[in-house]
């Protein structure tokens, strides 16, 4: 299989051990990764709210490159894949179609609407599949309970991005049970992680985390697991401040989803970046005998 790589600005940032745990697990599934240095940023939460037609055609450019290489695209964020596959959704509107082509005619850019957007997820639970997935895994995680924490973007809206039900998906909890981990069913796996309000009401964004948070750790997980590095910001980089916002320690390891896949895989923590993770992974890792070596 082989795509165009849309990281998205967070795995080429702040969060750097989702793109290193990509990179690690996409060549051992059969996955090449094309990368294009010219995609620009997908403008959630920023573009999008300030100039919708500005994000279309941005989203529209970067699907075009793909687009030109014959090649769908794939990311690992959901924030990412719920604009890009928005604006292919947004560009079926003539009037919308025809400012944007009007603007990217001046940059010498053709949308013809053919490049296919996935996230990783879908490609692990549809492409691979579990069977497949669970033939390939050299380190079982067994004993390990993982919370999936889905994020809003992969699940709604429903009828333009849902492949399964928004209020009670299980194409995360088949994956992780794939591994040989043990999914933890808890209500917040399909809430909001606060991040859109973040910036805004920080301490009604921070109440939101804690809570999804608790729930999971209520349930008895050792760890949450999330497709969207938006979400793992929340959780894992503003958990000491949730924990401060629902009064209660938390202490909840956050994986991004390659990462749980790599661990399964062979991966050592330290090739999956797991060092850089604020809320430390150890406690976690000791059910699967993995130790974390600092890089």
């Not at 051990?17 to 620009?40: H, Q, Y």
């Not at 279309?56 to 970067?62: D, K, T």
């Not at 709604?156 to 399964?164: F, K, M, Y």
Request: proline share 6%; glycine share 10%.
């Amino acid at each position: 299989m082989k795509v165009a790589y849309y990281p998205g600005c967070v795995a080429q940032e702040s969060g750097k051990e989702l793109d290193m745990a990509t990179r690690w697990v996409a060549p051992r599934l059969g996955i090449e990764l094309v990368d294009f240095p010219n995609f620009s940023c997908c403008g959630s939460g920023f573009i999008d709210e300030a100039n919708p037609t500005l994000n279309v055609a941005l989203n529209a450019r970067n699907l075009a490159i793909a687009e030109k290489a014959g090649l769908d695209l794939l990311t690992v964020c959901s924030t990412c894949q719920g604009m890009l596959a928005l604006a292919n959704d947004r560009l079926a509107d003539p009037a919308m179609r025809g400012r944007v082509d009007g603007a990217l005619s001046q940059i010498g850019v053709t949308y013809r609407g053919t490049t296919k957007v996935t996230h990783l997820l879908k490609v692990l639970t549809e492409s691979i599949g579990p069977e497949k997935l669970r033939a390939l895994v050299k380190r079982p995680l067994t004993g390990l309970k993982v919370g999936a924490f889905y994020g809003c973007h992969l699940l709604r809206p429903a009828d333009r991005v849902g492949s399964e039900s928004a209020e009670e998906p299980h194409s995360f909890e088949d994956l992780i049970t794939a591994l040989g981990a043990t999914p933890v069913m808890y209500r917040g796996r399909v809430m909001c992680c606060g991040f859109p309000i973040l910036f805004v009401k920080e301490g009604t964004a921070n109440r939101i985390a804690g809570r999804q948070l608790e729930d999971a750790k209520a349930h008895g997980a050792h760890a949450l697991a999330t497709p969207c590095p938006l979400c793992h910001l929340s959780l894992d980089a503003y958990q000491n401040k949730a924990e401060k916002a629902v009064g209660q320690d938390l202490d909840l390891p956050v994986f991004h989803l390659p990462q749980l896949v790599g661990l399964a895989l062979g991966a050592t923590p330290g090739e999956l970046g797991l060092p850089r993770h604020l809320v430390d992974t150890e406690s976690a890792l000791r059910h699967i005998g993995a130790v974390a070596v600092p890089t």
